[in-house]
């Protein structure tokens, strides 16, 4: 015999049913909240249409608005002329207050509480007869008079290279015959016998003067002083010029010293 199953009645709730009430909750809360949304937004918009300078400063409390009046000139003040710079500092220049010039002996009579004292090596070229008048900053005196007096500006040119290798326009060996009329053989040098060579490099000047002497190579010092003095003795030597144009030039003097038998 057949036994029959009985089957529940649907209970009206399962997955359809459930998926549709979150699909119509989800849309009814979305509603909800951007219509709140909204109304928020229009109530401050409403707030700060009305009173713009409160919500201001409530958003921000520590930059409060303040109203400036601005008051138009008027033509006069328009034209009015701005007010003088401050003056400059001026600055006074005194120079040393020591006196230059040559200390002579002064009777104790002739003193005053105002007489300078002299200057010393440090600020004599700055210091006038009569002694500055004010502060010291490193400068002339005031009462120095430079209108009268000419100042010769000397260019100082540069002096030759010794080892640099010249040419010029005439001969400028020296004339050892003039050289050796000055040279004297040193007495110490003879008693003691000693012999040798002596070659001192020279630096002429433009007019021919000994401006510059170097021992070159020596055999004994004691025999050096006697070649540069005969060299500084003999003064002049040939001028050498280089296009026409007189030149500064190094040279070489040899000096052989030897006792006669």
């Given at each position: 015999?057949?036994?029959a ?12 049913e ?78 040393p ?8 002996p002064?009777p ?7 007489m ?16 500055g ?47 050796y009329d ?63 144009r ?16």
């Open positions: 015999m057949a036994r199953i009985a089957i529940p009645k649907p209970s009206g709730y399962g997955a359809r459930l998926k549709e009430f979150i699909n119509k909750n989800t849309i009814r809360a979305f509603v909800i909240t951007f219509s709140g949304i909204l109304l928020l937004a229009l109530f401050f918009f409403i707030q700060f249409l009305f009173q713009p300078k409160d919500i201001a400063n409530k958003i921000y409390p520590l930059a409060r608005i303040e109203q400036i009046d601005i008051t138009p000139q008027t033509a006069e003040q328009n034209d009015a002329p701005p007010p003088p710079p401050p003056p400059a500092n001026v600055v006074v220049q005194g120079g207050a020591a006196r230059a010039g040559t200390p002579v002064v104790d009579a002739e003193i005053t509480p105002d300078q004292d002299f200057a010393d090596l440090d600020v004599m070229d700055r210091a006038s007869a009569e002694g008048l004010g502060e010291d900053l490193g400068g002339f005196s005031d009462n120095i008079e430079f209108s009268d007096v000419d100042v010769d500006v000397q260019v100082r040119e540069e002096e030759p290279d010794p080892d640099a290798f010249q040419v010029f326009d005439n001969d400028v060996t020296p004339d050892m015959s003039v050289l000055y040279l004297e053989y040193p007495d110490v040098a003879k008693r003691a016998g000693i012999e040798g060579k002596v070659i001192i490099r020279v630096l002429i000047d433009k007019d021919g003067s000994v401006k510059k002497t170097q021992v070159l190579q020596s055999d004994n010092s004691i025999l050096e002083p006697a070649a540069i003095s005969a060299i500084n003795k003999a003064g002049r030597f040939t001028i050498a010029t280089q296009g026409g007189p030149v500064a030039y190094w040279t070489t003097v040899p000096f052989r010293f030897k006792l006669q038998n």
